[in-house]
């Protein structure tokens, strides 16, 4: 069984900063890729980071670019978001997810959320303006 928890959700004022943690227990986690998505009230989820199993390839959405960044500690089963310079927009539930196939990596603009098979329940981040 593969549980993923999410934490570090809060809230903070524009132009602050969080950083999220993902601990994943259950089956392996070290031979997989891992990854972000968010949802806004009213909207659909969206993609906004992702990691590859060794750490060393990492993917952004356009709007967390330059803002966030993502990392992982295999040794602690762990990956961790941070995030910089937060916008009103950035408000929504962020969800950590794992993916489906080991040791492969994503080669388009994003990764989508149905190639993730577990996900965490998400923390709420809320920007005030």
């Known amino acids: 069984q593969v549980q993923l928890a999410e934490s570090g959700g809060g809230l903070v004022q524009a132009g602050g900063s969080l950083r999220l943690s993902c601990a994943a227990s259950?089956?392996?986690?070290?031979?997989?890729?891992m990854g972000w998505f968010r949802q806004a009230p009213g909207k659909e989820r969206e993609f906004v980071a992702a990691i590859s199993w060794s750490g060393g390839r990492t993917l952004y959405s356009a709007s967390a670019q330059g803002r966030f960044s993502l990392s992982r500690d295999n040794a602690k089963n762990t990956i961790y978001l941070r995030m910089n310079s937060l916008k009103p927009e950035d408000t929504a539930v962020y969800y950590c997810?794992?993916?489906?196939?080991?040791?492969?990596?994503?080669?388009?603009?994003?990764?989508?959320?149905?190639?993730?098979?577990?996900w965490g329940q998400g923390t709420q981040v809320t920007v005030s303006s």
């Open positions: 259950g089956r392996v986690f070290s031979n997989l890729a």
């Open positions: 997810a794992r993916d489906r196939v080991q040791q492969r990596w994503f080669y388009g603009a994003v990764c989508p959320a149905t190639e993730f098979a577990y």
